[in-house]
């Protein structure tokens, strides 16, 4: 039993033990010990089957029961209007008991809005945010936090209101949950495929187009084809624009992207193929053929959200390779088998289906049976409401009348009185109130129910009893006779066929707006390419003034390196800092303190500045001969040689107006500022521009 359980040799007889699950199967431990058979055979087969569960989809819905959740929870929320993904995630974790991660739930949320090229055909939810690409797989996405969501018009289509009271909804400890399965008009797993792997199984179904799905079952209604004659479908993912062809050998298809050749030594890829690489993994395997002894020696990425454009330079001629091997070498070409469609049907049991005929077959027989179970359903409710509207419409005329009276009389009395002139009791949905019980305590048995079955009547409103009240009864009334004689003569395939009219006109005019949103999308990639083609206009210089009193801005201009025997740095070298004093070049600089600097300055003459370490007490100091200046131990700058004149003190603010004519600056102008304003390490120090 151990090695049926784990065993890679046993893989066949697993899978055979599997399907024959009995749903309800559980273990007895009150017997004290278990035996490895009762383990494997009663434990150990729940633990496989919920991972079958999760990982293969079924037949009639296309879903897993994470995605079946958030269906269940956005249909009973009717989630129309945007909402975040990561509040989605909050309401399907309350309403439907959801045991797993959260994580888990919103990659669930985003992989069903998904609706780039090879994910959905119809995408059940929309992409209202970055939902991811098919540059990445869709791993691209934003978080839940940032995207939001709704329902996709077309879900209401394909899952139809009128089926959700047939469903078998699950119980949860004590909680309705969603159903066992969805009862879609068109088989939902032959639009969006599957993948999965479980333990013993695994599954792989392609997309097909859903027109075609929509048509096939229009001709089986109107008996028009048969299963054995019925048109072969071939997968199809929507805004694919390379060919999906039949293999020439075994069951299954081939998958080609797109190229052209532009000339001798230029390719333009135009679509990868789907069920492959995804564009960013393909452009890593692109760069690879450019190192040694590859032939690729360019690569251009013109792509979009929705479309794939590489242009390859190549070093060899176009022309020596055939269209053939160019597929071979670019590895345009991927296989997609059709041999392993494994599906839970709608009795919950694992089988594996041979072609796309055997499932839009049962499909058919389990749908045709819901289309009558829905045709008796509404029956039973257009009667029951056009009975209610008649019984309305017959005691308000009778009040109104005053042939019977309400006013001033027991409620019993009326009650029994509303039974003996037979008016129809409808007690669902009816509440009695504490009221009624204990108005009711010396009735007969059946006062109760009486009292519930004639709430509607009595519970009225007494604007009811207007003219206006009463013509609006028999109108609605009128309607609702009129269309449940329509019901009536209609069968239960003019049903179906009326649905799938309706998801055909509604799926054709979304891929409308879909195709005029990629060709803006183009159009704009496009235009962008443009722009960025153009040469840009020459900038205009700036004026470089000339009058020596003023701090001027010269154009940077190239280095040009001179030997100086003199040792002192040129003044092509000197740099300036944010206050523009002159330094010395980096390169002569030794650290020896907080105004670690060694500088030499000609002999002409220069306006310096005497700063302590607080900068609030700068001196100007005026010299003729040559001066060194260095950091003393007490962080003050000093000069070694005396100067000739000493000028009175300044303030930092006066300083910026030394050499120019404007006014001080505010006095808001913050005295206070650190050793590192004239610290050349700055990057502002960096600049080329000499100081007039």
């Given at each position: 039993?151990?090695?049926?359980?784990?065993?890679?040799?046993?893989?066949?007889?697993?899978?055979?033990?599997?399907?024959?699950?009995?749903?309800?199967?559980?273990?007895?431990?009150?017997?004290?010990?278990?035996?490895?058979?009762?383990?494997?055979?009663?434990?150990?087969?729940?633990?496989?089957?919920?991972?079958?569960?999760?990982?293969?989809?079924?037949?009639?819905?296309?879903?897993?029961?994470?995605?079946?959740?958030?269906?269940?929870?956005?249909?009973?929320?009717?989630?129309?209007?945007?909402?975040?993904?990561?509040?989605?995630?909050?309401?399907?974790?309350?309403?439907?008991?959801?045991?797993?991660?959260?994580?888990?739930?919103?990659?669930?949320?985003?992989?069903?809005?998904?609706?780039?090229?090879?994910?959905?055909?119809?995408?059940?939810?929309?992409?209202?945010?970055?939902?991811?690409?098919?540059?990445?797989?869709?791993?691209?996405?934003?978080?839940?936090?940032?995207?939001?969501?709704a329902l996709n018009p077309l879900s209401r289509l394909v899952f139809h209101k009128d089926d959700d009271q047939l469903l078998k909804y699950l119980d949860d400890d004590g909680m309705v949950v969603e159903?066992?399965?969805?009862?879609?008009?068109?088989?939902?797993?032959?639009?969006?495929?599957?993948?999965?792997?479980?333990?013993?199984?695994?599954?792989?179904?392609?997309?097909?187009?859903?027109?075609?799905?929509?048509?096939?079952?229009?001709?089986?209604?109107?008996?028009?084809?048969?299963?054995?004659?019925?048109?072969?479908?071939?997968?199809?993912?929507?805004?694919?624009?390379?060919?999906?062809?039949?293999?020439?050998?075994?069951?299954?298809?081939?998958?080609?992207?797109?190229?052209?050749?532009?000339?001798?030594?230029?390719?333009?890829?135009?679509?990868?193929?789907?069920?492959?690489?995804?564009?960013?993994?393909?452009?890593?395997?692109?760069?690879?053929?450019?190192?040694?002894?590859?032939?690729?020696?360019?690569?251009?990425?013109?792509?979009?959200?929705?479309?794939?454009?590489?242009?390859?330079?190549?070093?060899?001629?176009?022309?020596?390779?055939?269209?053939?091997?160019?597929?071979?070498?670019?590895?345009?070409?991927?296989?997609l088998a059709m041999s392993n469609m494994v599906l839970f049907d709608s009795h919950g049991q694992l089988r594996k289906y041979e072609s796309v005929v055997d499932v839009i077959s049962e499909f058919y027989?389990?749908?045709?049976?819901?289309?009558?179970?829905?045709?008796?359903?509404?029956?039973?409710?257009?009667?029951?409401?056009?009975?209610?509207?008649?019984?309305?419409?017959?005691?308000?005329?009778?009040?109104?009348?005053?042939?019977?009276?309400?006013?001033?009389?027991?409620?019993?009395?009326?009650?029994?009185?509303?039974?003996?002139?037979?008016?129809?009791?409808?007690?669902?949905?009816?509440?009695?109130?504490?009221?009624?019980?204990?108005?009711?305590?010396?009735?007969?048995?059946?006062?109760?129910?009486?009292?519930?079955?004639?709430?509607?009547?009595?519970?009225?409103?007494?604007?009811?009893?207007?003219?206006?009240?009463?013509?609006?009864?028999?109108?609605?009334?009128?309607?609702?006779?009129?269309?449940?004689?329509?019901?009536?003569?209609?069968?239960?395939?003019?049903?179906?066929?009326?649905?799938?009219?309706?998801?055909?006109?509604?799926?054709?005019?979304?891929?409308?707006?879909?195709?005029?949103?990629?060709?803006?999308?183009?159009?704009?990639?496009?235009?962008?390419?443009?722009?960025?083609?153009?040469?840009?206009?020459?900038?205009?210089?700036?004026?470089?003034?000339?009058?020596?009193?003023?701090?001027?801005?010269?154009?940077?201009?190239?280095?040009?390196?001179?030997?100086?025997?003199?040792?002192?740095?040129?003044?092509?070298?000197?740099?300036?800092?944010?206050?523009?004093?002159?330094?010395?070049?980096?390169?002569?600089?030794?650290?020896?303190?907080?105004?670690?600097?060694?500088?030499?300055?000609?002999?002409?003459?220069?306006?310096?500045?005497?700063?302590?370490?607080?900068?609030?007490?700068?001196?100007?100091?005026?010299?003729?001969?040559?001066?060194?200046?260095?950091?003393?131990?007490?962080?003050?700058?000093?000069?070694?040689?005396?100067?000739?004149?000493?000028?009175?003190?300044?303030?930092?603010?006066?300083?910026?107006?030394?050499?120019?004519?404007?006014?001080?600056?505010?006095?808001?102008?913050?005295?206070?500022?650190?050793?590192?304003?004239?610290?050349?390490?700055?990057?502002?120090?960096?600049?080329?521009?000499?100081?007039?």
């Amino acid at each position: 039993m151990i090695e049926l359980a784990f065993s890679k040799k046993k893989v066949e007889d697993r899978k055979k033990w599997l399907t024959e699950f009995v749903p309800g199967t559980f273990i007895d431990y009150k017997g004290g010990s278990v035996s490895y058979s009762d383990f494997v055979n009663k434990e150990l087969i729940l633990f496989s089957n919920a991972d079958n569960l999760r990982s293969i989809p079924s037949l009639m819905d296309g879903l897993k029961p994470g995605q079946r959740k958030i269906m269940y929870c956005c249909f009973k929320k009717n989630i129309v209007k945007e909402i975040k993904v990561g509040q989605l995630v909050g309401i399907v974790g309350q309403m439907s008991a959801y045991h797993h991660g959260e994580a888990s739930l919103s990659a669930t949320i985003v992989n069903l809005a998904q609706d780039f090229v090879g994910s959905n055909n119809i995408n059940l939810l929309l992409p209202i945010g970055q939902f991811g690409t098919r540059h990445m797989a869709g791993k691209d996405s934003a978080s839940a936090r940032y995207i939001f969501t709704a329902l996709n018009p077309l879900s209401r289509l394909v899952f139809h209101k009128d089926d959700d009271q047939l469903l078998k909804y699950l119980d949860d400890d004590g909680m309705v949950v969603e159903p066992e399965w969805y009862s879609p008009i068109i088989p939902m797993v032959l639009v969006n495929g599957a993948d999965g792997i479980g333990t013993g199984w695994s599954t792989n179904v392609p997309n097909f187009h859903p027109l075609q799905l929509i048509e096939v079952l229009k001709r089986l209604l109107l008996k028009e084809s048969s299963f054995d004659d019925m048109e072969v479908l071939h997968p199809f993912y929507r805004g694919f624009v390379g060919e999906i062809i039949p293999a020439s050998k075994g069951q299954g298809y081939e998958i080609y992207g797109a190229f052209e050749i532009i000339d001798s030594h230029t390719l333009r890829i135009s679509e990868l193929p789907v069920r492959g690489k995804p564009t960013e993994a393909y452009k890593v395997f692109l760069e690879e053929l450019m190192g040694e002894g590859g032939f690729i020696t360019d690569i251009c990425s013109h792509h979009t959200d929705v479309s794939v454009e590489f242009l390859l330079t190549t070093s060899c001629n176009t022309a020596d390779k055939s269209e053939a091997e160019w597929i071979k070498v670019l590895k345009l070409k991927t296989t997609l088998a059709m041999s392993n469609m494994v599906l839970f049907d709608s009795h919950g049991q694992l089988r594996k289906y041979e072609s796309v005929v055997d499932v839009i077959s049962e499909f058919y027989g389990v749908r045709m049976y819901m289309y009558h179970q829905r045709k008796e359903h509404l029956i039973r409710e257009l009667s029951s409401q056009v009975l209610k509207l008649n019984n309305k419409v017959r005691f308000i005329k009778a009040v109104v009348s005053e042939k019977f009276r309400i006013n001033n009389r027991k409620k019993a009395d009326i009650l029994q009185d509303l039974k003996a002139l037979k008016y129809d009791m409808f007690p669902k949905g009816a509440q009695i109130s504490p009221d009624d019980h204990a108005s009711n305590d010396d009735d007969d048995a059946g006062g109760n129910d009486l009292a519930a079955g004639y709430d509607y009547l009595l519970s009225m409103k007494l604007w009811s009893l207007s003219l206006e009240m009463i013509r609006k009864l028999e109108e609605e009334c009128k309607q609702m006779q009129t269309k449940l004689d329509e019901l009536m003569d209609t069968t239960p395939e003019q049903l179906w066929l009326d649905d799938l009219e309706a998801l055909r006109s509604a799926y054709e005019e979304d891929e409308v707006r879909r195709l005029d949103e990629m060709k803006n999308i183009s159009g704009a990639a496009s235009a962008k390419r443009k722009i960025a083609a153009k040469p840009k206009k020459n900038v205009k210089k700036p004026k470089i003034a000339k009058d020596e009193d003023e701090c001027s801005l010269k154009a940077p201009a190239k280095k040009v390196k001179k030997e100086d025997k003199s040792g002192v740095a040129p003044k092509s070298e000197m740099k300036k800092d944010e206050f523009g004093f002159m330094a010395a070049a980096k390169k002569d600089v030794k650290s020896s303190g907080p105004f670690s600097a060694f500088t030499e300055l000609s002999g002409q003459k220069q306006n310096m500045l005497r700063l302590s370490n607080d900068g609030k007490k700068p001196t100007r100091v005026k010299t003729q001969k040559r001066i060194i200046v260095e950091s003393s131990s007490e962080g003050e700058m000093e000069v070694i040689e005396s100067p000739v004149t000493k000028q009175p003190q300044r303030n930092i603010k006066d300083f910026f107006s030394i050499k120019s004519n404007k006014k001080p600056m505010d006095s808001s102008f913050d005295e206070s500022f650190d050793e590192d304003v004239l610290d050349d390490d700055d990057d502002t120090a960096d600049e080329e521009d000499d100081w007039e």
